[in-house]
């Protein structure tokens, strides 16, 4: 993947996991899984390897990367509750 791909799919993740973060909090969770389903297929992506980023692109890449993560801490604050109750 070029510096350019590599970046597109970390926008793309990191896109999704906004959106899921609404879907989350609304109780959307057909849309919720659709997305986390999409995310799952741009991170194949990423697997393949790259070579590393430098400069201003690994500068947004670690950006995308914490904004991701906020987004998973976002979605995992609605869904573990819920889930623990399931399992509860």
Do not use: F
Request: aromatic share 4%; glycine share 6%; charged share 25%.
């Amino acid at each position: 993947m070029t510096s350019t791909q590599v970046l597109a799919t970390y926008e793309k993740i990191a896109g999704l996991t906004s959106q899921m973060v609404g879907a989350a909090q609304s109780s959307d969770w057909d849309a919720l899984d659709r997305m986390e389903n999409q995310c799952a297929a741009a991170s194949v992506a990423l697997m393949g390897g790259a070579a590393p980023l430098q400069g201003d692109a690994r500068k947004r890449k670690i950006e995308l990367l914490k904004q991701i993560m906020a987004n998973d801490r976002a979605i995992r604050d609605v869904t573990d509750p819920w889930q623990n109750r399931l399992h509860g």
